[in-house]
């Protein structure tokens, strides 16, 4: 039986989305190395939530954050219990869910070309950017297929006139509200789109085809957002956060062009030439993208730069009302916004994850490039068209391979990847768990974060008690009991050996991970 060029498509698609899933879950215990303390927060709050039965909107700790997906982690743990896995499985979901946002929103922008919708939703399926991030506990990582199938249903809405999709959008729009505090720039994001369809259809057309919709669309954004919106009401509070400390704005002593001119710089060229110096987010140096993908991302950017003016100076001197500038134009102001929460700010840049909104609309840059070289050489000739596929298809899975050797080989067997997820804290909260049950207290002693990835992993031991290194005072020493430091601190060591006779230990694991446990003299602990 010979497939169709349709089922082929789908078959496609449907081992993109596998392979996404795939490259997300696999050996997601044991890479990142550990936990590191924002995302441990996650943990710890969706913890609470589940024990009291109580699901915040909003939980206001470490600068205030978004519940939806924090909720989302804490009714894993209710049905699935506690662990990785259950702990990773909202981002891996996320992660895999944006693959097949990308790919619809492709579809729905560009309908004559199917085949750039794969190649979209293939680059982000194997990106180590994208990927990257889908492991890693974050919000961030809702707020992305949110924002792509957002769009697709309201491209679709514009295109169908169908009420339903119209409310689809909604009800997505107001749910994005939920989900990281990047996402506030969307309704400009929204107006700039309605500005490109009144540009191309003309004001008064575009109202009286689209009014009914547009309400619906309003009233079902609405009603999603209304729970954090009297959240904001009742404690305004919550809509500050960091974000005034590390702003451009908040910079007194440069002229705020010459901020701004090396903030937006740093930011581009982390794509292709310098990327984010955070192992958490990336392999430092290396840029985000692979290189091949890079230069397509480029290629892209500038072919819809040019689309964009040229469609835009017909419409106005020809009146061509042609679909590709609103397309195009939308693009470029999506990843012109996204990428502002990063160059409006001054801290740790190039930042990855703060410009985590382009994810989408970057990789459908280069997979429109990609295209229109395939299309411009099949005009040409049939050797042409056939030599360049046959080289776009081994850049792509070479690409593929590159991003995902260096993720799961390279970066995840760096010891400043251990370093920088903390990984000695997850080693002790394993450590921890494996001890005997019995009576004798157990103490971890660390600071506030420091404790949050322990708490997570222990939190059904018994006798296990948290405490911050200002009260170790307040430890009975008299009694038999175990305490275990994220590191060697001497005054605490100081004043435990002058209170009891006691046993230190230095526990060490691979990737330079250790942690100090000390025992009284007379306890027995394997």
């Known amino acids: ?57 909003f939980y206001p700790d470490n600068n205030g954050r978004e519940g939806l997906f924090i909720n989302f982690i804490a009714l894993l743990f209710k049905f699935f219990g506690v662990s990785i896995f259950t702990f990773k499985l909202p981002a891996i979901i996320m992660g895999s869910l944006t693959v097949l946002g990308v790919y619809l929103l492709s579809r729905e922008l560009f309908i004559s070309r199917p085949q750039l919708a794969l190649i979209a939703a293939y680059l982000t399926a194997v990106s180590y950017w994208a990927v990257n991030f889908s492991r890693i506990c974050f919000r961030a990582n809702m707020m992305v297929p949110i924002l792509a199938f957002l769009f697709y249903f309201l491209f679709k809405a514009v ?37 490109l369809f009144v540009i191309q259809q003309g004001f008064l057309p575009f109202l009286k085809k689209y009014w009914r919709g547009m309400i619906l669309f309003i009233l079902f954004a609405l009603l999603a957002f209304a729970p954090m919106g009297y959240t904001y009401y009742t404690h305004p509070e919550y809509l500050s956060s960091r974000t005034g400390d590390v702003s451009v704005f908040a910079v007194d002593d440069v002229p705020l062009t010459e901020t701004l001119l090396h903030t937006t710089t740093l930011s581009l060229l982390k794509y292709n030439i310098a990327g984010d110096n955070n192992w958490r987010h990336n392999f430092p140096p290396y840029p985000l993208l692979e290189p091949s993908v890079g230069v397509m991302f480029l290629g892209g950017i500038l072919t819809s730069c040019g689309l964009f003016f040229l469609y835009l100076f017909r419409r106005y001197h020809t009146n061509i009302r042609n679909r590709t500038f609103v397309v195009h134009g939308f693009l470029l102001a999506w990843f012109v916004g996204f990428l502002a929460p990063e160059f409006l700010t001054t801290e740790g840049l190039p930042h990855a994850l703060r410009s985590i909104g382009t994810i989408p609309v970057v990789f459908i840059f280069a997979a429109f490039f990609i295209t229109v070289l395939l299309e411009r050489a099949h005009k040409h000739s049939r050797i042409l068209f056939v030599t360049t596929s046959c080289i776009t298809v081994t850049l792509l899975i070479y690409s593929g391979f590159f991003d ?56 059904n031991r018994p006798n296990i008690r948290y405490i911050y290194e200002e009260d170790i005072k307040k430890i009975d020493l008299t009694q038999p009991f175990i305490i275990f430091l994220p590191s060697e601190k001497d005054a605490m060591i100081d004043h435990i050996m002058t209170q009891s006779d006691i046993m230190i230990e230095k526990i060490t694991y691979p990737l330079d991970s250790s942690f100090i446990m000390i025992t009284s003299i007379n306890q027995q602990i394997l």
């Open 159 to 195: 295109r169908t006139n169908k009420l339903v999709y119209f409310a689809v959008a909604g009800a997505i729009c107001g749910l994005g509200f939920h989900t990281y505090i990047a996402y506030r720039l969307t309704p400009v994001l929204i107006i700039v789109l309605f500005l």
């Open 404 to 459: 995902m050797i260096k993720y799961h080989i390279f970066w995840a067997t760096r010891v400043e990847q251990a370093h920088a997820f903390n990984k000695n804290l997850t080693d002790m909260g394993y450590f921890i768990n494996a001890l005997p049950q019995n009576d004798t207290p157990i103490y971890v002693v660390a600071g506030h974060m420091e404790l949050l990835p322990v708490t997570m992993l222990t939190t």
């Open 1 to 57: 039986m010979i497939l169709k060029q349709k089922q082929i498509h789908y078959i496609l698609l449907a081992a993109i989305i596998a392979l996404a899933f795939f490259v997300r879950i696999y050996n997601i215990d044991s890479v990142p190395s550990g936990i590191y303390p924002d995302e441990a927060n996650n943990g710890t709050n969706a913890l609470d939530a589940q024990k009291e039965g109580v699901y915040p909107w």
